[in-house]
């Protein structure tokens, strides 16, 4: 979901951008207008998240996906290695990028355990060697969030964070490289946003395809090429709104209420409702749980998207039930999701 006031105010900019008669979507990339929509992003994104001064923000294309290739190509060349900390579909798929053209070591991976749990800090040890460490902040298929900022102890930490960025503040500093397709909680797809520290942008080797070298897009803000401008629009109405909410602080405070009233649900129903993940890993955006059977399953997702509460049914790797719960996802919708949760129980215990 986008915010409603975000997606108002584009409509009332749809045709004339700020008196210029035009559309975002018309603007030059090259025109003084976009460069202040630029701009306005990043700086949105900075105040936020309170991104220090030697860290680049991008707005790149190929969605997250593409960072888990660009990620090796960049640093690890030259025989180097990285350390993948695997707690779900997408680190698993992170890890098969780097491993096409390099060498990457998985020190975790809780496949094992069906995804469902997340590494207390003492349970990881890393190569001394590595380039860098990889993990997923959240995994949004199997429903696990780190509920700690991963210590890389000196090696540089590269960090997946589609599916959390922006839910809650983050110590950046912690970290060399963040990324995260747009789609979730920060615009619209078609966007990705990575923040880089600059000493890492300093190792990228001087042979990279141009779209795929982090230092040719910093050097060019982004715009070697024709970026997404109308995303990185969306994405600067998005700041603002959530500095009108009361940035982030406000909004973790806000994600943690909504995501117990669904835990809540789900531990009182006597086991009717079970959550997936183990509840210290439990993720504060992806709610996964499962019902007595599949066909309960099915039954529950159908008789939900009656009542307007579409898209319940887990990924197709995992099945079950999931309640993707991003920042612009009101109380409310919550409530409504619990009165029917508690309804349906009743019914077909
Ligand atoms: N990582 C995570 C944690 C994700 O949730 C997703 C998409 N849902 C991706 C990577 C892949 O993102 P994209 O579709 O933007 O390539």
Redesign the pocket.
């Known amino acids: 979901m986008l915010p409603e006031p975000v997606l108002e105010r584009a409509k009332d900019e749809l045709l004339s951008f700020r008196g210029t008669g035009m559309s975002v979507m018309e603007l030059s990339h090259r025109s003084s207008y976009f460069e202040s929509i630029l701009e306005g992003a990043e700086r949105g994104l900075r105040d936020l998240l309170a991104i220090p001064v030697n860290y680049k923000i991008l707005f790149l294309q190929?969605?997250?996906?593409?960072?888990?290739a660009m990620v090796p190509t960049n640093f690890l060349r030259g025989g180097a290695s990285a350390d993948y900390v695997i707690t779900?579909?997408?680190?698993k798929?992170?890890i098969a990028e780097a491993r096409r053209n390099a060498a990457a070591n998985e020190i975790y991976n809780s496949e094992a355990a069906k995804f469902t749990v997340i590494p207390a800090a003492e349970e990881l040890s890393f190569s001394p060697d590595a380039a860098y460490i990889h993990y997923?902040?959240?995994?949004?298929?199997d429903g696990v969030e780190f509920d700690y900022e991963l210590d890389g102890k000196g090696i540089p930490v590269v960090c997946?964070?589609?599916?959390n960025i922006l839910s809650k503040p983050i110590g950046i500093e912690k970290y060399a490289l963040v990324y995260?397709?747009?789609?979730?909680n920060i615009g619209p797809?078609g966007v990705?946003v990575v923040i880089i520290r600059d000493d890492l942008i300093e190792r990228v080797p001087s042979n990279l395809h141009p779209l795929s070298d982090y230092r040719a897009l910093s050097e060019n803000k982004s715009m070697v090429n024709t970026p997404n401008t109308w995303g990185i629009y969306i994405i600067g109405l998005v700041c603002e709104w959530l500095e009108q909410q009361g940035g982030l602080e406000a909004m973790k405070t806000r994600n943690e209420a909504k995501a117990k009233s669904l835990y809540d649900a789900i531990d009182s129903s006597d086991g009717f409702f079970r959550g997936r993940a183990n509840r210290p890993a439990r993720s504060m955006m992806n709610v996964t749980f499962n019902l007595p059977s599949a066909e309960l399953e099915r039954r529950f997702c159908e008789e939900a998207a009656k009542l307007g509460m579409d898209g319940l049914a887990g990924h197709r790797s995992v099945g079950g039930i999931r309640a993707s719960i991003y920042n612009a996802f009101p109380k409310e919708g919550i409530d409504e999701l619990v009165g029917f949760m508690q309804e349906f129980a009743g019914k077909n215990s």
């Open positions: 190929g969605g997250a996906s593409t960072q888990f779900g579909y997408w680190g798929k992170a997923t902040s959240n995994e949004t298929i997946d964070a589609c599916s995260a397709g747009a789609q979730k797809s990705t």
